[in-house]
């Protein structure tokens, strides 16, 4: 039964990153293919994101500011649910019951996050008003990837999911979203 469940764990998140990469160019399909089964290290080294000398002048993309927006958003989503929230509950150190488990959603979580996030890059790098918040996503992507190492080394701290999670808030109050500015969202409570 455990078996079936960590199968259909990894065809659902496969699938995800193929969807994710279907609206791309076939050269990111390939890297996003091969990225899926190596490390997260493996995968941002791997993955071409733009610098911020390479914005456009002009939008260059469809819909750029809402494929950012929902990028970023699923990006967060999946950190806090597989990385942040786990080792706050302490799922990641040594000995814990369920490591492994954690470890393997965190690491396919990750892959995911990260092309997640090459994709945020490039649509933030085709709009000049959205192509500041590219260094922000490159910062995410090194802090990701030291935590993830940490995390398979079963050595992580609190500074190294800390630094993850201020990385996020960082780019998420350079883009206007604060918590405590927006209030409640309506029928949300």
């Given at each position: 039964m455990k078996r079936a469940?960590?199968?259909?764990?990894?065809?659902?998140?496969?699938m995800l990153l193929g969807g994710a990469t279907a609206c791309s160019s076939a050269s990111s399909l390939t890297n996003a293919a091969s990225s899926a089964g190596h490390s997260a290290a493996n995968a941002v080294n791997?993955?071409?994101?733009?610098?911020?000398?390479?914005?456009?002048?002009a939008g260059t993309r469809k819909l750029p500011k809402t494929r950012l927006l929902a990028d970023l958003a699923l990006t967060y989503g999946a950190f806090h649910r597989y990385l942040y929230n786990p080792y706050r509950a302490g799922a990641f150190h040594k000995g814990a019951h369920g490591r492994i488990k954690a470890t393997i959603k965190a690491g396919l979580a990750t892959a995911l996050i990260i092309k997640l996030l090459d994709n945020a890059s490039k649509n933030a790098a085709a709009d000049p008003t959205l192509c500041k918040f590219v260094p922000n996503m490159e910062s995410i992507k090194a802090s990701l990837t030291n935590l993830v190492d940490k995390i398979k080394g079963g050595d992580a701290n609190s500074s190294d999911?800390?630094?993850?999670?201020?990385?996020?808030d960082q780019l998420k109050s350079g883009t206007g979203f604060s918590g405590s500015s927006n209030g409640s969202l309506p029928g949300l409570g």
């Open positions: 469940r960590v199968l259909v764990l990894v065809i659902v998140l496969t791997q993955s071409a994101s733009p610098s911020s000398g390479t914005c456009a002048s999911a800390e630094s993850a999670k201020s990385a996020f």
